[in-house]
């Protein structure tokens, strides 16, 4: 099993940076992809950026339209790390920020921005941007 802890979230103004970290720890071997989502209030958890993980993948990235060109994930595999750079945050990025992880591999990238692909989540990160 896969345990992952988000962190990094925060206050920021409008057009600042934050970075996301998403640790991983268990059986990381067995992770084939992990990716981003956010739930703002009253909205559903939507996807924000995926990556493929395994050794034999190339780091394949996936974004949602809204983020694309504004932010940037990235994997450390000696670390079992992956992060999640927002830039030009815009008061519409508040939202509390999940990593998720799955250990299933599928022939597109379109299922790797699909909440239900994703089996294993952590607890979420806050990040607000103020305008």
């Known amino acids: 099993q896969v345990q992952l802890i ?3 979230g925060g206050l920021v103004q ?3 940076s934050l970075r996301l970290s998403c640790a991983a720890s268990g059986r990381t071997f067995t992770t084939h992809a992990v990716g981003w989502f956010r ?3 009253g909205k559903e958890r939507e996807f924000v950026a995926s990556i493929t993980t395994s050794s034999r993948s190339a780091g394949r990235t996936y974004y949602a339209d809204s983020v694309k ?3 940037i994930i990235s994997r450390d595999s000696a670390k079992n790390t992956v992060y999640l750079q927002m830039n030009s945050l815009e008061p519409e990025d508040t939202a509390v920020y999940f990593c998720a992880a799955t250990s299933l ?3 597109n990238g379109a299922y790797y921005m699909a909440r239900r692909t994703y089996d294993t989540w952590g607890q979420g ?3 607000t941007v103020s305008s």
Request: aromatic letters at 12%.
């Open 14 to 16: 409008a057009g600042g």
């Open 69 to 71: 060109d504004r932010f």
């Open 105 to 107: 591999k599928y022939p």
């Open 125 to 127: 990160t806050q990040v």
């Open 39 to 41: 739930q703002a209030p």
């Open 6 to 8: 988000e962190s990094g």
